[in-house]
């Protein structure tokens, strides 16, 4: 994923540096966040593990315990007991709400029971087995206590390993596609400017050694220019030609140098 083909199809302008290196910037920042997000939501996922493990130990002993007040109900205030209790219940008098809670950006949701309105149940076995049906009934609570919590733990649990699987897909994403194709993109258009930047200067040698021919040839045409003018001067003010004239000139400036050096 990291070849110099994996990169995005952008103009290699200096504006354009600009805006990847920002947009870098930015798939950094949003990987550690996702990469702290994803650890937060493990560690969350493990402690929930445990107490989902810890719930449903202790929800085998409860279930057991309550099943057999439920005989022991039955043994001492007979089979009847039962229509006897259903026909004092009128409403449920334990129910479930449910709440989220924030973890991480991520929404759990929670199970809860209240109590809500009094049970009329008082006189249920008041001729037998009376006790027997209260520690029935107190033994259903309990046992309704933990299946609700372990419905709130159950729903947590997957709700959790869906937004970690999420999360966890987000940050590959970021660390092995979006990061990568960014930094193949700075490189190419760094590469690219540099490469614009030599063919400048290499146009700029290449215009200022024209000019400075230029300029030598222009130079030299107006040098003998003057030459062709001071010997049409001789020539005339002499009365030789021009080619005498010229080897006048010539013979003088050679007498020049020799006095000079």
């Given at each position: 994923?990291?070849?110099?083909?994996?990169?995005?199809?952008?103009v290699?302008?200096?504006?354009?540096?600009?805006?990847?290196?920002?947009?870098?910037?930015?798939?950094t920042?949003?990987?550690?966040?996702?990469?702290?997000?994803?650890?937060?939501?493990?560690?969350?996922?493990?402690?929930?593990?445990?107490?989902?493990?810890?719930?449903?130990?202790s929800?085998?002993?409860?279930?057991?315990?309550?099943?057999?007040?439920?005989?022991?109900?039955?043994?001492?205030?007979?089979?009847?007991?039962?229509?006897?209790?259903?026909?004092?219940?009128?409403?449920?008098?334990?129910k479930?709400?449910?709440?989220?809670?924030?973890?991480?950006?991520?929404?759990?949701?929670?199970?809860e029971?209240?109590?809500?309105?009094?049970?009329?149940?008082?006189?249920?076995?008041?001729?037998?087995?009376?006790?027997?049906?209260?520690?029935c009934?107190?033994?259903?609570?309990?046992?309704?206590?933990?299946?609700?919590?372990?419905?709130?733990?159950?729903?947590?649990?997957?709700?959790?390993d869906?937004?970690?699987?999420?999360?966890?897909?987000?940050?590959?994403?970021?660390?092995?596609?979006?990061?990568?194709?960014?930094?193949?993109?700075?490189?190419?258009?760094?590469?690219?400017?540099?490469?614009?930047?030599?063919?400048?200067?290499?146009?700029?040698?290449?215009?200022?050694?024209?000019?400075?021919?230029?300029?030598?040839?222009?130079?030299?045409?107006?040098?003998l220019?003057?030459?062709?003018?001071?010997?049409?001067?001789?020539?005339?003010?002499?009365?030789?030609?021009?080619?005498?004239?010229?080897?006048?000139?010539?013979?003088?400036?050679?007498?020049?140098?020799?006095?000079?050096?």
């Amino acid at each position: 994923m990291s070849g110099q083909s994996h990169r995005l199809n952008v103009v290699p302008t200096v504006t354009m540096l600009g805006i990847m290196k920002a947009r870098l910037v930015g798939a950094t920042r949003g990987h550690a966040l996702l990469k702290k997000k994803s650890d937060a939501l493990t560690v969350q996922f493990r402690q929930i593990l445990k107490k989902i493990v810890s719930t449903k130990e202790s929800m085998g002993e409860i279930m057991k315990t309550s099943s057999f007040s439920l005989t022991e109900a039955k043994y001492v205030a007979g089979e009847n007991i039962k229509h006897v209790v259903l026909e004092n219940v009128q409403n449920a008098s334990l129910k479930v709400r449910s709440r989220q809670e924030n973890v991480a950006g991520v929404k759990l949701p929670k199970f809860e029971y209240f109590t809500e309105g009094e049970t009329k149940n008082d006189l249920t076995g008041l001729a037998r087995g009376g006790q027997q049906v209260q520690q029935c009934r107190a033994a259903y609570v309990k046992a309704i206590e933990v299946l609700v919590e372990l419905a709130s733990l159950q729903t947590s649990f997957l709700t959790l390993d869906e937004a970690i699987k999420t999360t966890n897909r987000r940050v590959n994403a970021l660390e092995n596609v979006v990061k990568p194709r960014l930094e193949n993109t700075i490189s190419y258009i760094k590469g690219e400017l540099d490469e614009l930047e030599r063919e400048d200067f290499f146009r700029l040698k290449k215009i200022q050694g024209y000019k400075k021919r230029e300029i030598e040839r222009q130079l030299a045409e107006a040098k003998l220019f003057a030459e062709e003018q001071v010997a049409e001067k001789v020539s005339l003010r002499k009365g030789v030609s021009i080619n005498s004239a010229h080897n006048m000139l010539s013979a003088a400036r050679e007498k020049d140098e020799d006095i000079i050096f």
